[in-house]
């Protein structure tokens, strides 16, 4: 991530917004940039390469990553009502519409193509970069 493409806004927009489309309300996106950071610290220090390490699935480990995420912003919300949020960010991070290319990505790799340099893409995201890319 921040190499090739990037999120779209930011995760705490995005976290926000799924959020009041599920009727938790009072969280802002600040915070919850705050919150995704201070989350992401955590979670990478006990269960690196997304949980991998540990045999969790990445499913778990984002599910965790949404939870500490809301907790740490100050929300109040239960992992259960978090649930139906953290179900409609993981589908929408695992697709490419949330995510976007920086602009001179796409010129710089038809340049390397057409000079005949064969290109691969060598990644520790997580399992959902297939269905971005």
Known sequence: TNTLFHVKGSVGDRYAIAAHQHG???VN?????KGFASAWKSMWQHYPNFGSNQSMAAYTWWQMIVFKT??????????????????????EFSRGDAWTVYEDVRPALKSLREAGIRL???????SALTCVL
């Open 24 to 26: 938790i309300l009072g």
């Open 29 to 33: 996106s600040g915070d919850l940039n």
């Open 70 to 91: 809301f907790q740490s912003s100050g929300c109040a919300a239960t992992e259960t009502e978090l649930q139906p949020v953290f179900e409609k960010l993981y589908c």
């Open 120 to 126: 691969a893409v060598i990644s520790n995201f997580h």
